[in-house]
């Protein structure tokens, strides 16, 4: 399972528990601003009892072209219409090939333990314009996964559950809600201010409307 | 472009140059047992005129489960017949989604580089059992590359060039040859001994036979 330490992944991490499934999660350190992240991801897989969580370092910084990890402004105070926008508007905070790498590494350990299953936390509804949270790219990944591992060479079929591909950023947070997700223990921001979530930034503008719209309080301190 | 540092990328590289291509050259630091191998692109890449050779930093320890990256014993002497065999006869040397991995790194670099021709030397005859060296891995990865970049979302094609992909390592051999490769500057050795190849893993085992059948001396000094 994919753990970023965000809403999203959080949630997806409670889905997966109360379906009955043990977690193995996998979080990256891919040369973020922030480290803030990563405990967070560390400090949801304690509270929701993955079995274990390891970090992998994944340095991008070599390769460049992303707000996330070069030394590019993230954009701020976006309208949230504009947020889901596809083509040309693929905002900068997109990392190249984000997706296909870190599903690639947990590929690779999944095939080392012996599972089948992979979980991750994307969204085609407020995906942010990024290509690779579409339900077309997470089949093309299962087949690829079978085309390119022991266990699917072996006749073996791989899985990728995005439970939350079709949910609104409202859905999503009724849900962890009622499956008990703490989410003052995730973090959303791609630009935080000290400890602080900016709440301005693409990924805040989401989780505030989404608080909102769900009608449940925001338990995160915004910085503005 | 994948450069290994082996035979078979060395070749490849020849190959793209030839046809007119400016190349960037990617290797990966692994946690290999030796970092001969990485010394051997520096040299490849320099010698055949790559534009740039970057190596990425891949911790693949962490995972396991590999002869390669664990502490598994590299198997020797094995017959040549049986080193293509597939399925359960996949050897301990596999990585597990080492090609995925390393393409999915390819790509990302090359969407910031605005290229959309990737290059590998993967092989279907001689890849002794490994899954991910098939064409059909590599038609699902152009897939998966068009629907996880945001050039593919733009409308805009990737190619995998594999040139090696239906040649015998005697052919191979014989068309870099031809291409002015000096094979003396690759290492192909799953566990060198010392400097020198050991001569007997299966690596070695396919290179000294290729070189014979090709009819061309062998510069290869083996330990074994």
Known sequence: MLLSGGLDSATVLAIARAQGWACWALSFRYGQRH?????????????????????????????GGSALTADVAVPKDRPVHNIGAMGADIPVTYVPARNTLFLSYALAWAEVLGARDLFAGMNALDYSGYPDCRPEFLNAFE?????GTRAGALGE?????????????AEIIREGTR???????????????????????DSCVLRRRGFEAAGIADPTEYAG
């Not at 992240?37 to 070599?62: C, I, M, Q, S, T």
């Not at 087949?143 to 085309?147: C, G, H, T, Y």
């Not at 995005?162 to 609104?168: E, G, K, R, S, V």
């Open 35 to 63: 480290a803030i992240e990563l405990e967070a991801a560390e400090r949801v897989a304690r509270a929701l009892g993955a079995v274990e969580h390891r970090v992998a370092d994944v340095d991008l910084r070599w390769i």
């Open 179 to 201: 499956l008990g997700v703490d989410y003052r223990l995730t973090h959303s921001c791609y630009d935080p201010i000290g400890e602080r979530a900016c709440g301005r930034c």
């Open 157 to 169: 079929e791989w899985k990728i559950h995005a439970p939350l591909i079709a949910m609104t950023k």
């Open 143 to 147: 087949k690829l996964a079978r085309l």
